[in-house]
């Protein structure tokens, strides 16, 4: 059975300040995060995160509850969409066994216009001490990396493409199409700085998987974000 997002909705006045929860039930939260959050706290920055937000949403005020959410994937920072938290250690363990086999559909705007229109890009990525993401040609420096992609939109400078991310490397969206000479808007560490941008042109748009333990498909889409949308309208 397929889960929109009505389903499950927790009114909004019950919902974790600037994060919107897509769906929850007593295994799993289902979030879209915003660009700018951290999913998971740093030493610099602890309480600023989805992670701590939801665990306080959890906790319902009570700092004694044993109540707490799960890490399951991590979006950067600057990237916004859809995340996934367990409730348990059990369901935790589940989705990340199963997360090859989770469907993971990103929007993306683009500098240029792509050829071919639709395509797969392939690389080892390597991350240096710097904390730079780069493709190596010796497969044994670096961490194989797919990305399938497909323009939805183009304008004279830009690309609407959807990606289908076929491997969850660090950086790999970003980099794989910076190094295909089409850098992401707003990319200010790979891309061309694009000071005027507001954010990083990349959304966790769709997510797709199998519940922990009633085994339901899940399926959840956020559509096209309003200032993507206002992007694409001026495109």
Do not use: C
Not at 22 to 30: A, F, R
Request: glycine share 8%.
């Amino acid at each position: 059975m397929d889960h929109s997002l009505k389903d499950n909705r927790p009114g909004k006045k019950h919902q974790p300040r600037g994060l919107p929860v897509l769906h929850e039930d007593k295994d799993i939260i289902v979030v879209e995060k915003p660009a700018g959050l951290l999913t998971v706290g740093t030493e610099r920055d602890k309480s600023r995160t989805a992670h701590y937000l939801l665990n306080d949403y959890v906790r319902k005020g009570n700092p004694k509850s044993r109540n707490r959410v799960y890490v399951v994937h991590r979006l950067d920072q600057d990237t916004s969409g859809i995340l996934v938290f367990a409730k348990s250690e059990q369901a935790k363990k589940f989705l990340q066994e199963h997360w090859e086999q989770t469907e993971k559909h990103y929007l993306a705007i683009v500098h240029g216009q792509l050829i071919p229109k639709e395509g797969m890009i392939s690389s080892y990525l390597v991350e240096n001490a710097a904390q730079r993401v780069y493709s190596a040609p010796d497969a044994t420096k670096g961490k194989f990396s797919q990305t399938a992609y497909k323009v939805l939109k183009e304008s004279k400078g830009f690309s609407l493409v959807d990606i289908h991310l076929l491997t969850g490397r660090k950086h790999q969206i970003r980099v794989h199409f910076a190094e295909k000479g089409h850098p992401l808007v707003g990319d200010r560490k790979y891309g061309n700085g694009d000071h005027g941008a507001k954010r990083l042109a990349l959304h966790a748009r769709s997510i797709a998987f199998i519940h922990p333990f009633n085994g339901k498909q899940m399926n959840f889409d956020t559509g096209v974000p309003e200032d993507f949308a206002r992007l694409i309208g001026k495109m």
